[in-house]
């Protein structure tokens, strides 16, 4: 088994940029901000807004604390879980560094984010993945999405390969195609992304056959994943880290789901691609979306100084800093949450043990109603996807029909019985190796979201699921 050497590589960053990158030029009144900090600078600089004007001097937020109910103003839920399971909350602990600063969150500001969110980010990421360098960075943005592309932006030109997961989130495949980013899927098996596979890719790249260099980052997420539901386990992501160390990838960690993971018995939660990386080689992006809300359009990036500076050059030409009604309702509820102490030890058991009901109970709504010779149940690890390998091999037309075919036509069962599930072939990214027929059959799953159907719903709609499969396979239920 590889393991993870204590020795660091020394990476040249500059051969990852972009050509857009690399021909950035950067406004010249941005080299004039550190001037604004100098004590008993008169500036005459800037072209700043006085915050007096703001038409606003405070804002109110509700957050839910022990004994209230949520109701969120416009969810019309009419069942039970309209009113959410609270845990009762300790007061909240007092924290000094998020202190509320409306001057300087609704001003024009640095791109990586207002001083106390970052502060916040850093030290949330000390206390959780500990990275194993010193030089890294963190760089505030409008949620996962935001940061992809600035990845994408910072590092790829048209034609360059990057690798995926071989089921991939679509919000990554679409923008990164429409970039002229040729993504390839590395095949996967119950437990994520296969290094051997990964490696194999690799070793027998041909540049004239491929029509492009060498790839140069795996994206990966890693917990939860979308649309899979897997948790790459910690020896599993060792030796993916030592391939991607062999091949001097970089590793884009898209993990939004982190917390939403089925808690593990002896540790927080399961140890991170960054908290293992001793060379700089992992960018992790964190969301807002999934813990707090999407609407908050949230979120950071953490990487290498180099690369996070030059991501953050990036988000200095599209958003230009992050929305100050978002970072204030943020780090108002960080606040109110009681900082790290009450995000650990609160806020994040009480949201996993959310999802996690959702996912068990869905795993045996699916075991009582849905025959074990048409389905694989699925192994669940908390997010809000199940992954379901249909059995196309038990499939009466198996000979005649393609397993996409079946796969389509089992789609338009589950719609007749009003039931509505994602085919797994909206996710497949194009494939690295040519796969056979029977190969293809073995890998015909469909993705199940737990996250929103009302509860007393959820075995109504695994009933359904169970008829409408024994009808597109024509078998007694
Ligand atoms: C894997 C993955 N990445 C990113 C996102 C988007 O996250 P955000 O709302 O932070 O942009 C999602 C949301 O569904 C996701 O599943």
Request: glycine share 8%; with cysteine; proline share 8%.
């Amino acid at each position: 088994m590889p393991s993870i050497t204590p020795a660091t590589v020394q990476i040249d960053y500059t051969k990852y940029f972009s050509k857009e990158s690399h021909g950035r030029i950067r406004s010249q009144l941005k080299e004039l901000r550190p001037y604004h900090s100098v004590p008993d600078m008169i500036s005459l600089g800037g072209g700043l807004p006085h915050p007096s004007t703001w038409p606003v001097n405070g804002m109110t937020l509700s957050v839910p604390f022990a004994g209230k109910s949520v109701f969120v103003p416009g969810y019309n839920g009419r069942s039970e879980d309209a009113l959410l399971p609270l845990e009762p909350y300790t007061a909240p602990l007092k924290t000094d560094s998020l202190s509320p600063d409306l001057a300087e969150e609704l001003q024009y500001g640095s791109t990586y984010g207002p001083r106390h969110l970052v502060n916040w980010c850093k030290e949330h990421i000390q206390r959780i993945h500990s990275p194993r360098y010193a030089d890294w960075e963190v760089l505030s943005t409008a949620g996962n999405t935001d940061g992809m592309d600035g990845i994408l932006r910072s590092l790829f030109d048209k034609g360059e390969y990057l690798l995926v997961e071989e089921f991939a989130y679509p919000g990554l495949l679409s923008p990164a195609t429409s970039m002229g980013i040729r993504c390839l899927g590395v095949p996967m098996d119950t437990e994520g992304v296969n290094p051997l596979a990964l490696d194999e890719i690799m070793s027998t790249w041909n540049e004239v056959e491929r029509g492009g260099p060498r790839p140069k980052m795996i994206a990966l997420v890693p917990t939860c994943s979308n649309p899979c539901g897997v948790t790459i386990n910690e020896q599993r992501k060792i030796e993916l880290y030592a391939i991607c160390r062999k091949w001097d990838l970089l590793i884009a960690e898209d993990d939004p789901y982190c917390f939403l993971q089925i808690r593990p018995a002896d540790k927080f939660i399961e140890p991170t691609f960054l908290s293992m990386d001793t060379d700089g080689r992992v960018i992790r992006i964190d969301s807002f979306s999934k813990i707090v809300a999407p609407g908050s359009r949230m979120g950071w990036i953490t990487g290498p100084r180099v690369l996070v500076e030059k991501i953050m050059q990036s988000r200095e030409s599209s958003t230009n800093c992050p929305s100050g009604f978002s970072v204030s309702a943020i780090t108002a509820i960080l606040r109110a949450w009681g900082g790290h102490e009450g995000f650990e030890q609160k806020y994040i058991p009480h949201i996993a043990s959310i999802y996690t009901e959702r996912c068990l109970a869905m795993v045996s709504y699916l075991k009582a109603h849905v025959s074990p010779k048409l389905i694989d149940y699925p192994t669940p690890s908390g997010g809000m996807f199940l992954w379901v390998r249909l059995k196309v091999e038990t499939h009466p037309d198996v000979a005649t029909k393609t397993p996409d075919e079946i796969s389509k036509e089992l789609f338009h069962k589950c719609i007749e019985h009003k039931v509505l599930i994602v085919p797994g072939h909206f996710f497949k990214a194009p494939q690295s190796v040519v796969s056979t027929r029977e190969e293809d059959a073995k890998k015909v799953f469909v993705r199940i979201s737990f996250s929103l159907p009302p509860l007393d719903r959820m075995e109504e709609a695994a009933r359904r699921f169970g008829k409408a499969l024994a009808e597109a396979w024509g078998v007694e239920l």
